[in-house]
């Protein structure tokens, strides 16, 4: 099965994205056929400050092969290294009602935000319906907030394959409900917008700082402490197997310590169980070049994929 994603370089990644996307995506690599690329000509939309765009998908390129996108097992790049793409967005373009676009709620949801609404940022359903159909992708997971991008690209395949013969494959999204919500420091979803995220790749010192500032109740010290609704606990559990969270109950109910004693406990957590991607991370931020022939690499291979299906639309629309 060809699965795809796209992962927009938008800042810093925190625990919630690692749980939330990436590991998931990690352990896709092993089962099925991953494509993932950065996707920065959607970032592009929303993005402000060039400087930050370019340092964002160089950092995002890091993190994701640091945390273990494995680019012998998985096609890797960035999305302007393949321009295909581009191309195949504007033949789409003819085959997507502007009905279609103005019903899309993210287009809706960021004018509402306040972003400038320009054609890119409109017709952004349409590059990632190209993204998608290129690669003659299969199935792409998800946020709920993408659902509606993929039945366009459905409806979009569906137009075209109408007049054409079946040059598209049929993608088919997947949503993984499985996938709890992260909780951030103050108990709300993680999230950078609302400030209450723990970055992955932290220095030990500000790692604790954040750890610190984690919600609890008031209990005080000597007493049992609750766990069921412990953001501490919570973020704590991420790590740990049944058994040590059932150890991990245990303690908390002893009462024997306190909740400075388990905001230590969170962060050796965290601290250790990415110690090898930072150790990964480092060895890529002293080797760009390295980094660069990954992608190089991966962007050769889905650029052969995209000329193939290329000359096919070409053909099929009458371009010569
Ligand atoms: P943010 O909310 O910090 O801006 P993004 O919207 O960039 O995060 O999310 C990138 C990916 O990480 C998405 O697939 C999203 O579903 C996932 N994700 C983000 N925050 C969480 C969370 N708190 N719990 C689970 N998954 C999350
Ligand atoms: N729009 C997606 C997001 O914001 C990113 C993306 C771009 C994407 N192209 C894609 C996701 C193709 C899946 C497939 O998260």
């Known amino acids: 099965m060809r699965v795809l994603t796209g992962i927009q370089p938008s800042g810093k990644l925190h625990i919630g994205n690692y749980f939330g996307a990436m590991k998931p995506m990690i352990e896709r690599q092993e089962k099925e056929e991953l494509f993932t690329f950065i996707a920065s000509y959607h970032a592009l939309t929303s993005s402000k400050d060039s400087k930050l765009l370019a340092h964002y998908t160089h950092e995002a390129a890091i993190d994701y092969l640091s945390l273990g996108i494995d680019p012998t097992k998985t096609t890797f790049w960035i999305q302007s290294d393949v321009k295909e793409v581009l191309e195949l967005y504007w033949i789409l373009s003819k085959f997507t009602p502007l009905g279609l676009l103005e019903r899309a709620h993210s287009y809706k ?3 509402a935000k306040g972003i400038a609404p320009n054609h890119a940022l409109f017709s952004y359903p349409i590059l990632m319906a190209a993204d998608i159909l290129l690669f003659d992708t299969q199935l792409v997971p998800v946020g709920k907030d993408q659902v509606q991008h993929l ?3 459905r409806d979009i395949a569906i137009r075209f394959n109408n007049e054409y013969g079946e040059i598209f494959t049929l993608p088919k999204h997947h949503v993984d409900e499985e996938v709890a919500t992260i909780p951030g420091i103050d108990g709300e979803k993680m999230s950078k917008s609302y400030d209450n995220t723990i970055e992955i790749f932290m220095d030990e010192k500000s790692l604790q700082k954040r750890c610190n500032k984690v919600v609890t109740d008031s209990t005080p010290m000597g007493e049992p402490l609750l766990y069921e609704h ?5 973020l704590a559990s991420l790590f740990l197997n049944t058994q040590e969270q059932e150890e991990l ?3 908390y109910l002893s009462g024997k310590e306190g909740f400075g004693y388990f905001k230590k406990y969170l962060k050796e957590l965290i601290w250790d169980a990415f110690a090898t991607a930072r150790n990964q991370r480092e060895h ?8 660069r022939d990954i992608l190089s690499m991966g962007a050769a291979k889905a650029r052969t994929i995209a000329k193939i299906k290329m000359e096919q ?5 009458g371009i010569i």
């Open 109 to 111: 949801d960021k004018v």
């Open 151 to 153: 039945e366009m690209t």
């Open 230 to 234: 412990c953001n501490v606990f919570a």
């Open 249 to 251: 109950r245990e303690r």
């Open 284 to 291: 890529y931020l002293k080797h760009p070049n390295e980094v």
């Open 313 to 317: 639309v070409r053909q099929a629309v």
